[in-house]
Every structure is written in C-alpha cells, then in structure tokens.
C-alpha cells in the first residue's frame, strides 16, 4: 500500500495541476455566509478531486476540509485528513504566486503526515511525524535564533495590537504571507523566525504547516502554549506560534491571558 505521505504528495501535485487551469484566468468567486471569506471555482473543484481520489485510497480515514459540509462522521474516525483545496485564495484570486495547497492527515489527533503545495512556485514542503522536514525533498531547518526583539515575524498587524501583551508588544521585524501554511513552512525552512496568529484558527489552515514546521526544529503550540490537536468536533484551535524555543517559551510568556 502506498504510503500516507506518497498519497498526500501525488494528491499535492494534482492539485497543483487544476489551480494552474484557473490562476490568473479570472476564476468565478463567491463571498462564503457569516463573512467567511471567498471561495473560488478552483477551490471547490480541488476541493472535489481530492475527496475522491483520498477516500477512494483511505475509505476509512475521516474526512475535514474548508469546502466540504462538516459533519460528525469524521470524529469516529482513528485517522482523518484535513485539507485546505487552496490556503491564500486572496493570492489566489489577486494572482499571486503564494497560494497553496495544505495536505495532512492525523491519527487521534496528531497529525502523523504533512504536504504543502505552491504550485506557482513549484515548492514542495513536506514531513511525516518522524521523519525530516524536506522542501523539495531536501531537508530543511528552522531559525535558531534566541532574542525576540528583531526576530522576522509573518503575522497579520492585528498580531500585534497592545491588548493581545502583557507590557510593551515585542520589536519584531513585521512580514506577511496571507497562506497560513506557507508562513508556517517558511518557518520550516529558517527564513522567518517566528509565525504567530493569535486569533481561533481553523485546523486546515494549520495542521500540515504545524508539523511541517516542528519536524523543522522549531516550537509549535498554540497560544496559550499547548500542543495542538485535531479533529475536534468544533474543528478549530486557539490560535497558532511556531519559533525557536527560546523565542516561543518568551512570546507565550508575554502575551496577555485569554
């Protein structure tokens, strides 16, 4: 049988195949209810090949993704994919080359198997739950920086409004990639120090990057400084920090209780 990590890759790269049909083509889009952001036709027939193709490989892994109805099948489920067709459908949309496509799968709760997917780039992350972090199959390491004033931070400038600290907010150096995955993958490859949303996050938005990033070297929690797990019946976690451990154990300490 082919391996989960094979599987979530050969399903990366067909997905990279549809996106690249629609990407700077004007897809048709659609506003999601409850200002849930857009979705496009790209999104949703990613959406479709991949829930064929996985289940069809995995019938009894659970299955959670951003465009499909949730229901409470998957929470029965030792295993579970959790999937993002297209995380960055803004850059998507704006035809930027950042979108991505975020693969994983987790086993009670861990996610044992990870792919992120940039077509337009033609980066490939990926890691399994014991194995090396790769970009492109080649290993990768996180920062390992200690300071926190100064460290490269990817995150949304409300990251940093003064209510979220205790005391004055940090000195971070402010970058942006509106993929969540992808931030967390740059994380992975040390080209940021730190990844930080301090807002309840989605699990398809951050369950690959998440491993992807922590088989790096880096500490990946979320924000009031717990492991992450996933496949919970509401399927979101209470934001998201990936960094050096030094930094990571520094940031969770000064940010204001929830």
Known sequence: MVADIDLLID???????????????????WEKSGGAG??????????????SELMHAR?????????????TDRLHCEHVFI???IDGTRAFIE?????????????NGVVTAAAVYLPALDRLYCATKHGNATLNRDKIDASTRSKIDGATTLAAKTNFSAHLWQGPVPQFD??????LAYRLCLIAHGRFDVMLT?????????????????????????????RALFNNPR???????AAPPEIHAGIISRLAPR
């Open 11 to 29: 399903a990366a790269y067909a997905s990279g195949e549809i996106a690249k049909k629609y990407w700077k083509k004007t897809p048709e889009v």
């Open 38 to 51: 857009p979705v496009t036709e790209a999104d949703l027939a990613i959406d479709r090949m991949l829930k």
């Open 59 to 71: 019938p009894n892994y659970g299955w959670l993704s951003e465009e499909t109805e949730d229901t």
């Open 83 to 85: 999937i993002d067709p």
């Open 95 to 107: 035809g930027s080359p950042t979108f991505s496509h975020s693969l994983a799968i987790a086993k």
């Open 174 to 179: 402010h970058h942006f990639r509106s993929s």
């Open 198 to 226: 301090l807002r309840d996050t989605w699990e398809w938005d951050v369950a690959a990057g998440s491993l992807i990033a922590e088989r790096a070297g880096a500490c990946v929690t979320d924000q009031i400084g717990q």
């Open 235 to 241: 399927p979101m976690l209470h934001g998201m920090v």
